[in-house]
């Protein structure tokens, strides 16, 4: 039975919501893995849930958008050398490392 709580709790919280409009609705979703993650170091995400929990922690340089184009994560800008080598990437000011060394 215990397994049907995860299940079962938010069901029963959502059915017992009001019914009068809102024009301030909000959408949550809630997303779990089957799976724990192995690590929750970066340098050792090879699996799908070490990944997204890495993912949820970690800010990365770049991020994707959902059409598969990238955008500015902690960078604000990167060039490319013209022999497609080597990435400078422009840091946003003020970012840290988790340690707190600029």
């Known amino acids: 039975m215990r397994r ?21 609705r909000r959408t949550l979703v809630d997303s779990r893995d089957n ?10 995400s090879t699996d799908v849930p070490t ?9 990365g340089l770049t991020r994707f958008t959902p059409d598969a184009g990238v955008v500015p994560g902690l960078a ?3 060039e490319v050398s013209p022999d497609g080598i080597t990435y400078t990437f422009h840091l ?5 490392f988790t340690d ?3």
């Open 100 to 102: 707190c060394t600029p």
């Open 92 to 96: 946003r000011r003020g970012v840290t």
């Open 76 to 78: 604000t800008s990167w």
């Open 4 to 24: 049907f709580y995860p299940l079962i709790v938010p069901l029963v919280v959502a059915a017992c919501g009001g019914g009068g409009s809102s024009t301030n």
């Open 35 to 44: 799976y724990d993650p192995r690590s929750l170091d970066p340098a050792l």
């Open 51 to 59: 990944g997204r929990a890495v993912g949820y922690l970690f800010d």
